[in-house]
């Protein structure tokens, strides 16, 4: 029995070894597949009707902050993660409009469909909360910064302000550090602490729920 045993950890091991490899090969496919998707023709077009101001270099930072999103979404595993901009959320609902190409890239990109959850349809405070800290921290990972003391913000919590958008939603990555001017605007540094969004300038939209669901445009997800 001893030898059996001693047989079989070993075996366990280089299963479950193996298990996180290919979990890890798929997530870097999928990641790849995100960052090289074409676009649908127009669609970025459609976002310069809302934002006629908007540029071709400033609508192509659009296009990435919705990349860093839809990466984010991914390596939530089918978690709620919430939409910090309102201008990325306007070219993620766009996108959508375009329903098979929509499909095709979620089938691709996350193996299930993502949808497009209004606010007033989550469970409460708590899970807007979750989705929205969620965001911030999986996009402070990507772009190696730390949550709870930011330096500065990850791209899809920086447009609406770095892009002038009317109503956007602004962000200050650490509302107490010194000089910092936090009127108005959501603390990044809040959303990346282990107490949560105490001190967060409003409640803020989160959207969508776990199973593959994610967010609308949200503001912060404040108690």
């Not at 593959?212 to 949200?218: P, V």
């Amino acid at each position: 029995a001893q030898m059996w045993l001693t047989l079989l950890i070993p075996s366990a091991f280089v299963g479950f070894a193996a298990a996180l490899w290919w979990r890890r090969r798929a997530v870097e496919s999928r990641q790849q597949f995100i960052d090289g998707y074409q676009l649908p023709a127009g669609l970025l077009l459609r976002v310069r009707q809302t934002y006629p101001a908007l540029d071709d270099k400033q609508l192509a930072l659009v296009e990435a902050g919705l990349r860093q999103f839809f990466r984010c979404s991914l390596l939530a595993n089918k978690q709620a993660v919430a939409m910090p901009s309102q201008v990325v959320d306007e070219l993620w609902h766009n996108f959508i409009l375009y329903t098979r190409n929509y499909q095709q890239f979620c089938q691709r990109a996350f193996g299930h469909y993502l949808h497009h959850t209004p606010a007033v349809v989550m469970g409460g405070p708590r899970q807007q909360r979750g989705a929205i800290r969620r965001a911030w921290h999986l996009a402070c990972k990507e772009e190696g910064i730390h949550p709870g003391k930011p330096s500065r913000l990850p791209l899809l919590f920086e447009l609406d302000a770095l892009l002038a958008i009317p109503n956007g939603f602004i962000y200050t990555p650490d509302c107490k550090a010194p000089g910092a001017s936090g009127g108005g605007s959501y603390c990044g540094a809040d959303l990346g602490s282990d107490s949560g969004c105490a001190s967060c300038s409003g409640a803020g939209d989160a959207g969508g729920e776990g199973g593959g669901d994610s967010g609308s445009s949200c503001g912060g997800g404040g108690d």
